[in-house]
């Protein structure tokens, strides 16, 4: 029995790696597929960003252009109309929120 919590909160704890915009991600997200996406607006009162994209499998979104929170409210500052990006996306608490996300190369 020990063994086996010993194994579940093993895997259950965050594994950290270092992407370019100095911020941490858990394991589940790293294994996340990345989707490409146009930032159309940043709307830093209301903490989103406004992302045109693609297919999201990870929520089961089709292609849209749709507001999404952000896991980190400093990448607002960070990004702009016209970039583009590789992102997750993820559900919390019924919203899609960016999860990760890296500039396109």
């Known amino acids: 029995m020990r063994l086996l919590l010993a194994l579940m909160l ?7 790696a270092q992407h370019d915009h100095g911020a941490h991600k858990p394991a589940a997200v ?3 597929p990345l989707s490409d996406g146009l930032v159309k607006k940043i709307d ?3 903490g989103e960003i406004v992302i045109q994209h693609g297919q999201l499998d990870s929520i089961g979104m089709p292609p849209m252009t749709m507001a999404f929170g952000v896991a980190d409210k400093a990448w607002l500052g960070k990004l702009k109309a016209g970039d583009k990006i590789r992102f997750a996306a993820e559900m919390k608490g019924g919203n899609a929120i960016v999860s990760h996300y890296e500039m396109a190369k």
């Open 30 to 32: 790293q294994s996340a």
């Open 10 to 16: 093993s895997l259950s704890l965050p594994a950290f």
């Open 44 to 46: 830093k009162a209301a």
